[in-house]
């Protein structure tokens, strides 16, 4: 018994000490469940197309991760999270289809140095630091690997990031160029408004390897317009320019966002859904309440309007659809105790250009109106 004891000591104490002495390691994460009811899902309402009509799925998501202060200008941390590496802009695992579960990946690493005040940098897998008021181009889940540089300059912040996208070595074997992203972004922060701009520029858009499958781009969810003449291409280069502002007041809180995408090509000679330019985003939030405190609750609604090539689909927004598409979303949340919340949200969508809308390889010219609604519980800690 008093070898057990000392043992026990021997474990105890230095971990109480460490937990004393660095009481900059923090742990935080999430467990969520979703319930989803979606109409129309592939924008038709045809029953000869599986699973034109409804849909019902059940979802889960589990993110863990720690954050670790090494000195007082350095520090490192990484993030677990459920879901498919193939599609980054969503961390919920579906428990219907095939009833798989997906493997826990990494989901960001990286280290932060903070010499000064007005200087951060920041290495390895991270989110995205330019300032976004909504998912129109960057959807919240996606992490980039590289570097980010963040200067700031009294009210001004900019941002300067290099990143690593995921080669394709299946579909262009003779090709072993790297894939680049570039975002250079600057915000201004006066009183309660925050305008800022950003661009995201794609030196090789068919390397990204999430687009790919079997050596040909993706048509599923992913709605860039492929070309027709080579299966494994983009027909746009992808050079986005961004405007965002956000302003709050009390509870209320309005966001707006344009996008542009310089690089969108256009070919009249190619027929319908290639004789424009398809390069231009655009949407608004407006939310009232406050659900960050326990029983609060918000309620946020908008409009958006994303062209088939303003941004890349594969990095945007999941729950606008990607691209080629009008959504209405709407939302109400509600904040429990104990870091718990609530979450009702609807989509109402349809496509923006018929000629081009594809999902899965299938193409509907009804362009019926999707709907789709769910309820969430989450717990934060």
Not at 18 to 45: I, K
Not at 183 to 188: F, H, P, R, Y
């Amino acid at each position: 018994m008093r070898l057990a004891a000392t043992l026990a000591l021997a474990i105890v104490l230095p971990v109480q000490a460490f937990a004393q002495e660095r009481p900059s390691l923090v742990f935080f994460g999430n467990v969520g469940t979703r319930a989803e009811y979606m109409a129309n899902e592939n924008f038709a309402s045809t029953p000869t197309v599986a699973q034109d009509n409804y849909r019902v799925r059940f979802r889960v998501r589990v993110r863990f991760g720690a954050r670790y202060q090494l000195a007082e200008s350095v520090s490192t941390g990484f993030r677990l999270s459920t879901g498919s590496s193939d599609f980054p802009s969503s961390a919920w695992s579906s428990m219907n289809d095939v009833f798989r579960r997906d493997l826990i990946q990494l989901d960001r690493a990286f280290i932060r140095f903070q010499p000064r005040d007005q200087i951060e940098l920041r290495f390895g897998l991270d989110d995205n630091a330019a300032f976004r008021a909504s998912e129109l181009v960057w959807d919240n889940d996606v992490s980039p690997a590289g570097l980010t540089q963040i200067f700031n300059v009294g009210q001004l912040r900019i941002v300067t990031g290099q990143y690593m996208l995921r080669e394709v070595r299946t579909s262009r074997p003779d090709n072993r160029e790297a894939a680049f992203l570039f975002i250079n972004g600057a915000s201004v922060v006066h009183g309660p408004l925050q305008v800022g701009v950003s661009h995201y520029y794609y030196n090789r858009p068919d390397a990204i390897a999430t687009a790919i499958d079997d050596g040909e781009l993706n048509g599923e969810f992913r709605t860039n317009r492929f070309d027709p003449a080579d299966p494994a291409a983009y027909f746009s280069d992808f050079s986005t320019l961004q405007f965002a502002a956000r302003a709050t007041k009390d509870k209320w809180r309005i966001s707006a966002e344009v996008a542009i995408n310089l690089g969108a090509e256009s070919n009249s000679a190619l027929g319908p859904g290639f004789e424009d330019k398809e390069n231009l985003a655009a949407g608004t939030l407006i939310r009232y309440g406050d659900h960050s405190v326990p029983w609060g609750w918000s309620v946020e609604a908008g409009y958006f309007q994303i062209q088939a090539d303003a941004v890349i689909a594969v990095f945007n927004s999941d729950d606008f659809q990607q691209t080629n598409v009008h959504t209405v979303p709407v939302w109400f949340r509600f904040r429990l105790p104990s870091g718990a919340a609530l979450v009702w949200d609807t989509y109402i969508q349809r496509k923006v250009n018929v000629n081009l809308a594809s999902n899965g390889g299938v193409v509907h010219n009804e362009n019926a109106t999707k709907v789709r609604t769910r309820i969430t519980a989450q717990v934060n800690f």
